[in-house]
């Protein structure tokens, strides 16, 4: 049984690229779609998931022996929510703006599928080493999935990355004319139709290629 | 179509066994419609919108000068290439000569103000065609109306340049633009227009809306060629006539009258070029006059309830959305009674 589970190396490239969270496996909506407004937000809120996430695959992964199958899954809750505890009073506590801007999402860490979806099927079947690779990878391919839906709509949107200036826009006296809408919800879902048929082009681009070749 | 088959094999045995027998009367099935007009196309209908689109363009140039040809130049241009390469992203047949593109960049351009930057009618193109159009498979499958989708596109993303102060140039030669739109001159209490300039057009405005008299013209070309429903305008005008009455009556000294609400704004504009696209309006006549009334309804709560001075655009998208379950509510009955359920 054991064996036939993906090695450590495997489950870390798996979740950058083959098996992005956001645009392979569609989870994490919730976050992907509101806090990339800007740079700022987004990262904070791919490190908090990365937090939490790392630190509930090490958990239940120490713990899965000792797994009973018909409360596993109250059990990663309640693990997952002590974490996103930990990660909602520290941004309180030493980042109060941002944890003033990203409200209630911080919290709604708790029901991130994408992480009782690692605790499911990696960290409560494999060892630590494996599932600690496993949620960097996961979190690796969450933060990049962010930033690049963040990038777009930060630059569009207001004409900064990272709140530093690229584009300076007609509000401050600049000739970028800021797309409003890129930075309201509207603008999270159009970006992020287009990012995701955009990955999918190239992966079915990349996968004729292959053939072409076999 | 389970129900006949086995109704037959239960009642008579001999008819379905024995009939291919006889001599097989010569009949051909296919589903309806079995008359069509050869002459009813794709490329007709935009022909004819164009044409009915000449007059409003015409009193555009004629009240805010060459700026309006310049928009219509930019935003029809730009449609066309945007659907040519989208469709062609798409590897699909280039469809840009059946006209739509062309027609959709047209009501666009005249549904902008003149002051609008060259960017804004670019953008709300690629909006229009890419988000409101291709994304659902092109012509015919899109949910909303395409200029509507980039009007809107670009309206929420440049709230200054498409806002009400931007109609207004106090230091214009052109004497419609010293004045704020009557739509928000209606809101701020400031003094309205009459109703014969409202009529004829030579009031601020988006580049198409402020005639109504080349808005009528077009409306009533349209709707006689049976390019448009009639029941879509028929249904927009009397919902506001209706609502704008009652509130005249209850405020009978009010500047501000049924009329006004009929020939100001883009009413006329949109209840004859806007609501009455084919694809995104209701396809039985019920359900057209249907989605005109809720049009018109709520274009009358957008002007009177709401920080908009104008609600034809939003108005129009909101009855988009709602068109499929008008088409659910008014399938029409065929003919020797509805269809048989399965059980």
């Known amino acids: 049984m054991a064996h036939d ?3 450590a190396l495997e489950r870390f490239v798996n ?3 083959p098996e992005n969270p956001v645009y392979r496996q569609l989870l994490g909506m919730c976050p992907t779609l509101a806090v990339t407004g800007a740079m700022k937000p987004a990262m904070t809120m791919a490190g908090a998931t990365a937090f939490v996430l790392i630190m509930a695959n090490i958990m239940i992964s120490l713990m899965r022996g000792l797994l009973k199958p018909h409360l596993r899954i109250l059990v990663f809750t309640l693990t997952i929510a002590t974490f996103v505890t930990i990660a909602d009073r520290f941004l309180a506590a030493f980042m109060y703006d941002m944890s003033k801007q990203l409200g209630p999402y911080i919290p709604l860490i708790i029901v991130n599928c994408i992480i009782i979806s690692r605790c499911e099927i990696c960290a409560s079947k494999q060892s630590l080493f494996t599932a600690v690779s496993d949620g960097v990878g996961m979190s690796m391919g969450f933060a990049l999935a962010l930033a690049s839906i963040a990038t777009v709509r930060e630059v569009l949107g ?3 990355w990272f709140g530093l200036t690229l584009l300076r826009s007609q509000g401050e006296g600049g000739w970028w004319p800021a797309w409003g ?3 309201l919800p509207p603008g999270a ?6 990012l995701l048929g955009l990955v999918n082009w190239i992966q079915e681009r990349s996968a004729k290629r292959q053939r072409a070749r076999a | 179509m389970a129900g006949p088959e086995t109704e037959t094999g239960a009642g008579g045995e001999a008819p379905s066994e024995t009939a ?28 004819d919108v164009l044409l009915a689109l000449i007059p409003a363009a015409a009193m555009a140039t004629w009240v805010f000068g060459l700026s309006a040809l310049a928009q219509i130049a930019i935003c029809a241009a730009s449609c066309v290439v945007f659907e040519a390469v989208f469709t062609r992203m798409r590897g699909r047949r280039l469809s840009i000569l059946d006209g739509s593109a062309l027609v959709t ?3 666009l351009a005249l549904s902008l103000p003149w002051s609008a930057p060259w960017y804004v009618g670019v953008i709300a193109s690629l909006a229009a065609i890419g988000l409101g159009k291709i994304v659902f498979g092109g012509l015919g499958q899109n949910l909303f109306n395409p200029a509507m989708v980039g009007r809107a596109f670009v309206m929420i993303s440049f709230a200054a340049l498409l806002g009400a102060p931007a109609y207004v140039d106090p230091a214009s030669a052109l004497d419609a633009l010293t004045q704020a739109t009557p739509l928000t001159a209606a809101k701020q209490g400031a003094p309205v227009p009459g109703l014969w300039p409202l009529f004829l057009g030579v009031t601020n405005g988006s580049l198409g809306e402020t005639s109504s ?3 009528i013209l077009g409306g009533l070309f349209l709707c006689l060629r049976r390019t448009a429903a009639w029941q879509i305008p028929a249904g927009v005008i009397l919902g506001v006539a209706v609502l704008a009455g009652l509130d005249n009556l209850l405020h009978p000294d009010a500047a501000w009258t049924v009329l006004h609400h009929l020939l100001g704004g883009s009413l006329l504009f949109g209840a004859f070029f806007i609501a009455t696209d084919p694809v995104s309006s209701p396809l039985a006549p019920r359900g057209r006059f249907i989605f005109g009334l809720g049009v018109g309804i709520l274009v009358y709560v957008i002007r009177v309830f709401s920080g908009y001075p104008e609600g034809v655009m939003f108005a129009v998208l909101l009855m988009n959305a709602a068109t499929p379950l008008i088409h659910r509510a008014t399938i029409p009955r065929p003919l020797g009674g509805p269809v048989p359920q399965k059980a």
């Open chain 1, 5 to 7: 589970q993906p090695t």
């Open chain 1, 15 to 17: 979740g950058i690229l």
């Open chain 1, 158 to 160: 207001s004409g900064t």
């Open chain 1, 181 to 183: 809408i890129m930075v």
């Open chain 1, 189 to 194: 879902f159009i970006t992020l139709g287009c």
């Open chain 2, 20 to 47: 291919p027998e006889a001599r097989a009367p010569d009949l051909h099935v296919a589903p309806g419609p079995h008359i069509s007009n050869p002459a009813l196309t794709t490329r007709g209908m935009m022909v």
């Open chain 2, 105 to 107: 960049g047209v009501i």
């Open chain 2, 213 to 215: 008299l080349a808005c």
